[in-house]
């Protein structure tokens, strides 16, 4: 495998329930540019748990979103302002729980205002990046050769062993075309 150049990503957000959504397809977006697509799925869930905890819990609702890849591992962590979680986000149907299922590693930390909960993923070979669209079948329009157009002089063309040349009482080969 050959070594990954690491990546960093940082997202400041005002958290709202309309940006949650917004919000995963960014980091999807991100991954997939990464070669990192197939952790688009977990990684949005995951992120998605907390901004919604972040979302229903919190009195401020700013928070930060930010991921690291170092060709190995991809580390994804949300801070926000609000020192503690509550006690049933760590309950069988909590966030935190999900996270673990979800995850090769997590953890949380305090931070200087607030907390940050971090989750990882390990990726043996990352995708290959796809920069551009694949491109898409012709249309039937496009497929279908359109006719060649006569052209504005026919020469008349005979050659010495094919004989004389019959006229048809309709065409004449002499005659240049009218247009």
Same mark, same amino acid.
């Given at each position: 495998?050959?070594?990954?150049?690491?990546?960093?990503?940082?997202?400041?957000?005002? #958290?709202?329930?309309?940006?949650?959504?917004?919000?995963?397809?960014?980091?999807?977006?991100?991954?997939?540019?990464?070669?990192?697509?197939? $952790?688009?799925?977990?990684?949005?869930?995951?992120?998605? +748990? $907390?901004?919604?905890?972040?979302?229903?819990?919190?009195?401020?609702?700013?928070?930060? #979103?930010?991921?690291?890849?170092?060709?190995?591992?991809?580390? !994804?962590?949300?801070?926000?302002?609000?020192?503690?979680?509550?006690?049933?986000?760590?309950?069988?149907?909590?966030?935190?729980?999900?996270?673990?299922?979800?995850?090769?590693?997590?953890?949380?930390?305090?931070? !200087?205002?607030?907390?940050?909960?971090?989750?990882?993923?390990?990726?043996?070979?990352?995708?290959?990046?796809?920069?551009?669209?694949? !491109?898409?079948?012709?249309? $039937?329009?496009?497929?279908?050769?359109?006719?060649?157009?006569? %052209?504005?002089?026919?020469? +008349?063309?005979?050659?010495?062993?094919?004989?004389? +040349?019959?006229?048809?009482?309709?065409?004449?080969? !002499?005659?240049? %075309?009218?247009?």
């Amino acid at each position: 495998m050959k070594s990954a150049i690491p990546c960093y990503y940082h997202l400041d957000v005002e #958290v709202s329930p309309e940006k949650i959504e917004q919000i995963r397809r960014i980091l999807a977006a991100h991954l997939r540019h990464w070669g990192l697509g197939v $952790l688009a799925e977990p990684v949005g869930h995951c992120s998605g +748990v $907390l901004l919604h905890a972040i979302e229903e819990h919190g009195a401020d609702k700013r928070a930060v #979103v930010e991921m690291w890849w170092n060709g190995q591992h991809l580390i !994804t962590a949300v801070s926000d302002n609000n020192p503690d979680l509550p006690q049933r986000h760590y309950g069988p149907q909590g966030c935190l729980t999900q996270i673990a299922a979800l995850s090769d590693g997590w953890g949380s930390c305090p931070a !200087t205002n607030g907390k940050i909960i971090w989750f990882s993923r390990r990726v043996r070979s990352p995708e290959p990046a796809r920069l551009a669209p694949a !491109t898409p079948a012709p249309s $039937l329009r496009e497929a279908l050769e359109a006719p060649r157009e006569a %052209p504005r002089e026919v020469p +008349v063309l005979v050659p010495a062993l094919a004989g004389p +040349v019959e006229e048809h009482p309709l065409v004449d080969a !002499t005659a240049a %075309p009218s247009v």
